[in-house]
């Protein structure tokens, strides 16, 4: 991945290598990780798994459709450069979990990761992705916003770093995003009134 030139390179490299994979591994990736969520409360276990499912198909699919589409010039462009750092992260994430066991899974889910982050130039947590304490992953105007994005460092093999998501600087509560759109509505009416020249 890391000789990538533009992203519609990444696109058919990361497509190669999951083809690799069939929708068994896919749904046995999904099983695993509700396994590991079993014992969370079920309100937010529910939440979760419907975004960790988009993380896994969603992916997938999108992946599957834009390969077979051969992209478009939107993937021209070069992917972003902490690419090479990512790739490296992967190479070491791997490697380390090869001395417990198979890294099959492991790999399947930072290729995922990669075509969201640096070809679709999304979250590698999909936007709803709830968090302990009620926050989400949210988009705003264009700017994803994560409420832990700066608390990541201690996580080792984290896919924060590489993510194009921005810690928020208020908190992304569901309900924050009817309260921006009605502050953003009285920002727009207040300058209406101040610049009018009517």
């Known amino acids: 991945m890391q000789e990538a030139k533009t992203k519609g390179d990444l696109l058919r490299i990361i497509a190669d ?24 409360p079920e309100d937010y276990r529910d939440r979760l798994l419907s975004s960790v499912r988009e993380e896994i198909f969603g992916a997938h699919h999108r992946l599957v459709l834009l390969s077979r589409n051969s ?3 939107e993937l021209d462009g070069p992917p972003a450069p902490a690419l090479s750092a990512y790739c490296s992260m992967v190479a070491e994430a791997c490697t380390a979990k090869a001395r417990e066991k198979d890294p099959k899974y492991l790999y399947l889910k930072y290729l995922l990761s990669a075509f969201t982050i640096f070809v679709v130039e999304e979250p590698a947590h999909p936007v709803g992705t709830p968090f302990p304490g009620g926050q989400i992953v949210d988009e705003w105007e264009g700017t994803y916003l994560c409420p832990v994005r700066d608390l990541a460092d201690d996580v080792p093999f984290a ?40």
């Open 159 to 198: 896919l924060c770093p590489y993510c194009p998501a921005v810690q928020s600087t208020e908190p992304t509560f569901p309900e924050m995003r009817a309260r921006r759109q009605e502050r953003r509505r009285r920002e727009c009416l207040a300058n209406y009134w101040t610049n009018y020249k009517g």
């Open 71 to 73: 992209g478009g010039r």
């Open 17 to 40: 290598e999951t083809a690799a994979y069939d929708l068994r591994d896919l749904e046995a990736m999904n099983a695993r990780f509700e396994r590991k969520v079993a014992h969370l």
